[in-house]
């Protein structure tokens, strides 16, 4: 049985990766692709001067990126941690606890094509910082505007949380790294030891 262009996965129920066999399976999320947490793709595009090769004009590209779960994973921790039983924190208590999380999670993720992800995340959990400092500081009814905002918790001239010196640096702060081969600089037990030289 299809659904979709992919076929559904028959998985038995004794399976750790059970689903029933009419559920669709996303294909970048199926078991065995990658690591845990990162999907892969095959990205096509064409060679640049394509119509002077004739033969071959699409080139492959295998790429490596978070999965769905894995960012709705570290969405939902920092949803978590800016709830509104986590106001009796200290603004640079919250800030630190958040970007230790981010930078554990972007260490894991920083091989892959990552860094528009890292953006997203950062976005989501500065979103959850400034509505968490809103409702913390608010006067009366009125929440805190966002000029005050930015005059109390931010650097100055920035848009940039900080606290106690203690700044949001989020995701994109741990640079994306893209595997390369060092097939020929990696040490072998059968290559020959240089013989040390006797006076």
Known sequence: MTCGPFPAYPVSVSSPHTVSRTQPVD???????????????????RRPGWWRRGRFPWRS????????KAIQAIKDKISAKTYRSTRNLDPDVLIQGINRTLAGWANYHRHGVSKAVFSAIDHHAWGRIMRWLRQKYKQGNSRLGMPALRRRFCVRGTWQFAANGVRFTGASAVPVTRYRYRGSSIPTPWAPQPVPATS
């Open 61 to 68: 590209r295998f790429r490596t990126f978070p999965s769905r």
């Open 27 to 45: 294909r970048l999320d199926a078991p065995g692709r990658g690591r845990a947490g990162q999907s892969q793709k095959d990205r096509r595009r």
